[in-house]
Each structure stands twice: as structure tokens, then as C-alpha cells.
């Protein structure tokens, strides 16, 4: 695994979505039940910033289409989606949201 510090989880609200653009991709980050998460900001039915769509608890709904997804494992729970969301393994270094960008 190759974590790289990506945001300082202070700045990470409880239940809200906040986009951190990298290099290749922009990803999401949030915090659930005091969990933090990371998933890529696309839609994989259309590729809409998802970041732009509703967070309830740990499921993100898509704005364009409404699809559904969990944001703990990137499970499809609602169509159109048929494919999961990418999500990245996340840990917690000092102040820092570390993610690993290369896989689960």
C-alpha cells in the first residue's frame, strides 16, 4: 500500500463532502460516525461530480440520475449504476487524512 497524505482531517465535517483534486483524479473525502472515507468524485454511470449529489449516512446518491452507492465498500444500491465506485483505503496519520490512491 502506498498511503500519501492527502487533506487535514480537521477540516473534514462530520456527514459532509469535501473534493481534494490529485494529480489523476479528484476524490472525495467525508466523515461518517467519525469514519473517514475516501471514493473517487465520478459517477460510474455517467461520470457526474458526485461530490454535487446527497450524502446520507454512508450512502451518496448521484445527482444527474439518482444512482446509489455505499461509500464504505462502493456497492451499487440503486440503478442506473451497475458498476461500484472506486473507493481508497484510508488511515489517519497525526492531523493528516492519509489515502492510498493505488487500491484497496
Given at each position: 500500500m502506498a498511503f500519501k497524505p492527502l487533506h487535514p482531517k480537521a477540516s473534514i465535517e462530520e456527514?459532509?463532502?469535501?473534493?481534494?483534486?490529485t494529480?489523476?483524479?479528484?476524490?472525495?473525502l467525508t466523515q461518517v460516525a467519525g469514519k473517514y472515507y475516501a471514493f473517487e468524485d465520478s459517477c460510474t454511470h455517467d461520470g457526474?461530480?458526485?461530490?454535487c449529489g446527497k450524502l446520507d449516512g454512508c450512502v451518496v446518491t448521484c445527482p444527474r440520475h439518482f444512482a446509489q452507492f455505499d461509500i464504505?465498500?462502493?456497492e451499487v444500491l440503486a440503478l442506473p449504476a451497475t458498476e461500484p465506485l472506486q473507493t481508497f483505503p484510508v488511515?489517519?496519520?497525526g492531523d493528516q487524512i492519509e489515502v492510498d490512491l493505488e487500491g484497496k
Open positions: 456527514g459532509k463532502m469535501t473534493v481534494v483534486k494529480k489523476y483524479l479528484n476524490v472525495v457526474e461530480e458526485i461530490a464504505r465498500t462502493g488511515r489517519i496519520s
